[in-house]
């Protein structure tokens, strides 16, 4: 592998996210953790705190209060699994230090800060950090992410969503204002903190709808579908609270711009557009993506379905929210901007059943 | 009560309608459950095939072997819980009997044999008997149920879109063309036969679509929607497999023929529809329904959520699939069938957690 | 019925004991929900708390904030669903003002002060509510139930334990040094407050022991055990926690005094026990108690296995922990206390699946 | 690694721990996916039968059919992976083709044929490769395992529970003959085979004891705690399924022989007992194994627990039953049997949540 391993810290290890930015760290071939932060944990082991890492040479590390001068000081490049607000800040000092930075939280992911400041009802105090920041997909993105100091990581949903859109809306095959993203996702996308809502006996053995109408991930994906459709376009997003871990699945409804084109047609758009990118998955005619064929994985599975009766397309997406939408994403990105290959450390099997 | 109680019986006790049903009537005011039938289980007593009946008087009765003479001599009323093409005969023998019916197969919903033929795949030899069956959906037919001596109940999917639906199609608020419907149910919905796909740990932990564009409920759902709009009508209707065990949770798009029309009047709307309807609960504006809260019960629970920015309205509806979808939906049918107010037996409160 | 209803008062409305008396409460022929209190919710309805209670005439009870004299005035009785501590005050002002209670906490459980102030670590301020207050399993104290002022409710671990154990102590057939009580138990258990090891992601598809030596139920079950076997004992009490909403089965173990007792002995002493108490069923030999079997229920089942090659009897109990274990319980001895047969408005079948 | 990959087989694919088995060997340094097989599969793609395979190498892999001529001429070793009685006769076949073989079914696991016969139900035919098979615990069994052409690789069951007792047994620290083993599983345990009592309604939301005095990992627990003991011993074992799909935890109940002597004692001989065998994790005192930190993994965590008031030691032990308690382990016996370590391929971090 590289002669010397890259150094990466990770800031925030106590949520799904950090968890899991740990767990792909300990099988990635070029990274080494260095740094990890936790204001509350600061001081013990990493084992302590995730007991699944007890044996692991990184269960030894010791959990370090979250300064970006000793961060920037011992580390390449920086994860920042913190919440939105807290990490734009923190952003800006570890780039002035030296350091590339992969954002998780939803920082620098808008890039008008007047839509971020609407959604998500604070300031943002960092404009210059914004205006060099990279919206961090790999598959549509790859090379200004390789140049990029910032990637601000994308959320999980927009993730599901613009994959599964992207070929059919940059090849001009749907109408871009008639577009309906059902989105249901596994609980662990709603973080680790302590809610009543996120309880076992509020969620288990039941299935509801959330945040409709006014989800913060509506703006990311409407301006990242704008920027491929190349005009402004508003979609229907809804969201859905799954009895499970984790995964996304989400189910598009898109009408044709012509309802004869031929199904092939719209299959070779996808295969050609996905040719070069093994981690996002085109099943084959009448397979249909399951959350579980993408767990734990840097995997996004894509299912097309025709509907003639109604000249519609219904476009299937399937993703780990964790790993393909959050922290495997995070290593994909991180990859690039150190010149690796971007599924350096990602190719694993789904843990089924 | 009714001085001398009304006499049922139950064609396939074996399976989760079955089961339920067997559940409701022990709460029964007025029915008293007379014969329950199975081919596999004859002999045995009922609280031997369910440990749960332990305790209760019904849970001595004897399982028998399906036979139309005995069960027309024994009972006023029968419900067919058996599979498709298993019913139609077994029902036309028991109204020759003088039986009233309720058949929760699908073998009496399509008015069209040809359409039952072509999606069920097996030919309807009843003609006479379909003839006269009544779709079984109180809300909409309570007057020709309450006449009927044949009663098609509905299907779960069915049941949990018409309800949606029908004030909005019925006073002419949306676009009937542009229909879809996004539904995810319980997977005792794919009854209690052994097969790999219904295994725990194939749906556990898990989340996937099915039957995409070949859902048997499509042509009911289509049948009911096109009469209440006064014109055919052709909808977008996907399914999705839920890990739980009760329920669906059914997310339609629709498009306002006026996007301008205040929120306050679709929601009149909805309320008048239903007003004198109280197992159809309009929820109050910002409240959404769980699945959790109609497990066990009667109830449908309805939201509205506008979505101006594209001028769809976004209806949400939800039922316990074994309860509304179909066994408690049975008991509704044949209260009306004997007199009864629909609601009788069926008000019980949700199980939660 | 009764001619006048009884009024009824709860005292924390907000858990899920309160939750489930509150389901329980509505189904019940002579209790009639006078007043329902919580400090956090005071001021909004029943149903705007609880959406499954809409259209049930108790949705429209308006919470109020909880005070003795209000509570007194307007009920006859009062079941206290607050945390341990919260309750013993509250109790001695009711009692003064002339309700019954049923005490849902553990504040009156423990007969000794030492024993509770040592494993509860807070000082128990009324001795003499204490001494008056009379241990709440109907089963074996039905009497003194009837006649109490003050009723503590057993835990749920201990009312599993102490069912299953009763016939083969009372009557020596088993070495009471010898127990060990392998208890599991749903994530209800651990009531609604928000914490992160009840997160569904901490919970779900995942299984582990907990408080090991350091349960709390210990010492009750220690005391009523000891009292049946007429000697003090100890026992080894292990909790697990079940991925699933509601219910405990303990899996106890125990040695025969006499290795060679036929074992229809054994089932005669338990069938002998349990003749006049319905709710505690005894199965048929060959079959096992399931959670789902007394789901939602005021069911105990238990299950006698023999084991003749290491001269153990197994013994196998399962209640569901809200409803036998809390709610359900504090219903049957508000019923004895009210002059009603204990089983009064609690003769439900499970909910299946 | 190795310069040439040494080529494995797979006979049996389509269960669960054929399936496990490709997961893991997927991952491998070392071995290469050479051959699978399956009757009813064979014809199609690795990929086409195991959605999540797609994009993997092994996932072009043919399914072929099961013959142990083709199987000996193009592996090195093979797993079985097929039900008992169907894996002897291959067994025999393969090694008499020249290759090495590690059995997962319970063919060659009791030495005793006579054993096997009254608790399998069927022959034995093979009584010359059953006295050369060792059995496949490499913690314990590493020298003549690595000498070995066939290994009976250990039940899952068996596998938790002699790493739970091996260092208190083997340092006589509890009496033998007071061993109660209370084991949880997951459901996968229950195979892929399509049955009602594994269907997912019939085990989700609800938890059972099962198979009591009659579960066939009895004897081969027994047989190899007592080779352990040095005497022969029985246990009370008994079992329950778990609503998750993968994971053992077993509470076992001791009795110390000296019940003064010190914790760390007993700490320190577990810790010596496996201090060379990094997989075996003692856990800090404290803390408490849970299923999810060794998901998808080839760790067995341990917890002790003394209970100074009872004389007794607990033993918490903790594996992934189709990992550690099946194809993890296959995989650690063949890496002993092709001179590897045997951890090779196998040090993964669980996933979680």
Chains 1, 2, 3, 4 share one sequence.
Not at 103 to 125: C, M, N, P, Q
Not at 163 to 171: F, T
Not at 263 to 287: C, M, N, Q, T, W
Request: charged share 15%; with cysteine; net charge neutral.
């Amino acid at each position: 592998m590289s002669p010397s391993p890259i150094r990466v810290g990770l800031v925030g290890v106590t949520g799904y996210t950090g968890m899991e930015l740990t767990r792909l760290l300990l099988a990635h071939p070029s990274f080494r953790l260095a740094v990890v932060t936790s204001r509350q944990e600061a001081g013990q082991s990493l084992s302590a705190l995730y007991p699944f890492l007890q044996g692991f040479p990184a269960g030894d590390l010791v959990v370090a209060a979250p300064e970006a001068a000793t961060l920037a000081a011992a580390c390449d490049l920086v994860f920042l699994a913190v919440p939105h607000g807290a990490a734009m800040g923190l952003a800006a000092e570890l780039l002035a230090g030296g350091c590339k930075v992969v954002d998780l939280s939803a920082d620098f992911r808008l890039r008008d800060r007047a839509v971020y400041e609407k959604w998500y009802g604070i300031g943002h105090t960092q404009a210059e950090a914004l205006a060099e920041a990279v919206y961090g997909l790999p598959e549509l993105y790859a090379e200004a992410i390789a140049r990029a100091r910032l990637v601000a990581n994308p959320g999980c949903y927009p993730t599901a969503s613009i994959l599964g859109l992207y070929p059919a809306l940059a090849q001009d095959l749907i109408i871009p204002e008639d577009i309906i993203i059902d989105a249901k996702s596994g609980v662990s996308g709603a973080g680790r903190g302590p809610a009543v809502t996120s309880l076992f006996c509020e969620v288990q053995d039941t299935f509801r709808a959330y945040n409709l109408g006014a989800h913060r991930h509506t703006p990311e994906i409407e301006q990242e579908l704008s920027a491929i459709a190349g005009r402004p376009l508003a979609v229907s997003f809804t969201t859905h609270l799954l009895p499970v871990n984790r995964g996304i699945l989400a189910t598009i409804y898109t009408r044709l711009k012509d309802p004869a084109l031929p199904f092939e047609r719209i299959r070779d758009a996808y295969a050609a557009s996905y040719a070069d990118h093994p981690f996002v998955r085109l099943l084959p005619a009448g397979k249909l993506p399951e959350i579980r064929f993408v767990r734990g994985t840097f995997f996004c599975d894509i299912a097309l379905v025709p509907d003639p009766r109604t000249g519609r397309l219904i476009i299937l997406s399937a993703i780990d929210n964790l790993c393909r939408g959050a922290s495997g994403q995070a290593v994909a990105n991180a990859n690039l901007q150190c010149g690796l290959p971007p599924g350096t450390g990602l190719l694993q099997a789904a843990l089924v059943p």
